[in-house]
C-alpha cells in the first residue's frame, strides 16, 4: 500500500547532514528517505554515531538540514525562517527529551501547561485529567521541579507534550532516566495514547525493551536506514541490534 501525503505525519526526502569540512568532516545523515506514518508509535535505533538522534532533531526542526527536505504534515520544514519554526514547534510539534528541560520557578501543572499558554489556548479538561492520572502525578502538581524526583520531573515532561496533542510528538529516550515501573507506565501511555486517540509518536531509543512498545522500529548505520521491523519484540530488536553492532564495529 502506497502511503499519501495525508498519511505521513513527517517525512524526510534525501536527507542529508554534514558537520564541519576538510579532514574534520563529519557526514552524520547520508541520503535518508523515511516515511513516518500518522498516528503510528515509530521508534528510532542504531549504534552509537549511527545519526538517529541528529535525524530526530532535523525532523523536529532543531536543527538545519544540508541537503534534502523535511516536511511536517503537508508543512515543508527545510526553509523554514525562525518565526516559521517557533510556530511550528509550538502548533504542531511536542518534545520529550532525555533532560527534563523544565522551567524551574513553575510548578509541575504550570510546566504541563505552559505550551498551550503560549499558544493561547486550553487543555481539554477530560484529556488533561487522563493525562495526569496515566503519568500518576496528580498530588505533584503544585509541586516545582525542585521538589520532585528525576522520575516525576521526566513524567511532566512527558505530560507537557501529550497535553496539547500536537501532530507529532519527539521523544528522545524518554525512559532514559525513570526506573524500569515508571518506565513501563510512562511506555504504556504512549502506546495507548496512539492506539486510542491516534497520536503520532517518533521516539529515539536505545533500549530494545522500550522499542517493543512501538508499531515499527526503524533502524540506522552510518547515518543511512539500514533496515526496519514491524510488530517487534525486544528479542527481535536486540538481535538486530547486535549484528548492526558488528557491522559498525570501529566506526
Same mark, same amino acid.
Given at each position: 500500500?502506497?502511503?499519501?501525503?495525508?498519511?505521513? %505525519?513527517? &517525512?524526510? !526526502? @534525501?536527507?542529508?547532514?554534514?558537520?564541519?569540512?576538510? /579532514?574534520?568532516?563529519?557526514?552524520?545523515? =547520508?541520503?535518508?528517505?523515511?516515511?513516518?506514518?500518522?498516528?503510528?508509535?515509530?521508534?528510532?535505533?542504531?549504534?552509537?554515531?549511527?545519526?538517529?538522534?541528529?535525524?530526530?532533531?532535523?525532523?523536529?526542526?532543531?536543527?538545519?538540514?544540508?541537503?534534502?527536505?523535511?516536511?511536517?504534515?503537508?508543512?515543508?520544514?527545510?526553509?523554514?525562517?525562525?518565526?516559521?519554526?517557533?510556530?511550528?514547534?509550538?502548533?504542531?510539534?511536542?518534545?520529550?527529551?532525555?533532560?527534563?528541560?523544565?522551567?524551574?520557578?513553575?510548578?509541575?501543572?504550570?510546566?504541563?501547561?505552559?505550551?498551550?499558554?503560549? %499558544?493561547? &489556548?486550553? !487543555? @481539554?479538561?477530560?484529556?488533561?485529567?487522563?493525562?495526569? /492520572?496515566?503519568?500518576?502525578?496528580?498530588? =505533584?502538581?503544585?509541586?516545582?521541579?525542585?521538589?520532585?524526583?528525576?522520575?516525576?520531573?521526566?513524567?511532566?515532561?512527558?505530560?507537557?507534550?501529550?497535553?496539547?496533542?500536537?501532530?507529532?510528538?519527539?521523544?528522545?529516550?524518554?525512559?532514559?532516566?525513570?526506573?524500569?515501573?515508571?518506565?513501563?507506565?510512562?511506555?504504556?501511555?504512549?502506546?495507548?495514547?496512539?492506539?486510542?486517540?491516534?497520536?503520532?509518536?517518533?521516539?529515539?531509543?536505545?533500549?530494545?525493551?522500550?522499542?517493543?512498545?512501538?508499531?515499527?522500529?526503524?533502524?540506522?548505520?552510518?547515518?543511512?536506514?539500514?533496515?526496519?521491523?514491524?510488530?517487534?519484540?525486544?528479542?527481535?530488536?536486540?538481535?538486530?541490534?547486535?549484528?548492526?553492532?558488528?557491522?559498525?564495529?570501529?566506526?
Amino acid at each position: 500500500m502506497t502511503t499519501t501525503t495525508t498519511d505521513v %505525519a513527517a &517525512r524526510a !526526502a @534525501d536527507l542529508w547532514k554534514v558537520y564541519g569540512s576538510g /579532514e574534520a568532516q563529519v557526514i552524520a545523515l =547520508r541520503g535518508v528517505s523515511v516515511d513516518l506514518e500518522r498516528g503510528r508509535f515509530t521508534a528510532i535505533m542504531g549504534p552509537s554515531g549511527s545519526g538517529k538522534s541528529t535525524l530526530m532533531h532535523c525532523l523536529a526542526g532543531l536543527d538545519t538540514v544540508t541537503r534534502g527536505q523535511v516536511f511536517i504534515g503537508e508543512t515543508q520544514v527545510t526553509g523554514l525562517g525562525d518565526a516559521g519554526l517557533t510556530r511550528l514547534r509550538r502548533d504542531k510539534v511536542g518534545f520529550i527529551f532525555q533532560q527534563f528541560n523544565l522551567l524551574p520557578t513553575l510548578t509541575a501543572q504550570e510546566n504541563i501547561l505552559l505550551p498551550l499558554s503560549i %499558544a493561547g &489556548r486550553k !487543555a @481539554d479538561p477530560d484529556w488533561y485529567k487522563t493525562v495526569i /492520572e496515566t503519568v500518576n502525578l496528580s498530588d =505533584r502538581l503544585g509541586h516545582r521541579p525542585s521538589q520532585l524526583s528525576g522520575g516525576q520531573q521526566q513524567r511532566v515532561a512527558c505530560a507537557r507534550a501529550l497535553v496539547a496533542r500536537p501532530e507529532v510528538i519527539f521523544a528522545d529516550e524518554p525512559t532514559g532516566n525513570l526506573d524500569s515501573r515508571s518506565g513501563a507506565e510512562v511506555l504504556a501511555f504512549l502506546r495507548n495514547s496512539v492506539r486510542e486517540h491516534g497520536q503520532t509518536i517518533v521516539m529515539v531509543t536505545h533500549d530494545p525493551n522500550a522499542a517493543s512498545y512501538a508499531d515499527r522500529v526503524i533502524f540506522l548505520g552510518d547515518g543511512q536506514v539500514v533496515d526496519e521491523m514491524t510488530e517487534p519484540t525486544a528479542e527481535a530488536v536486540l538481535d538486530k541490534l547486535k549484528g548492526l553492532d558488528v557491522g559498525s564495529a570501529g566506526a
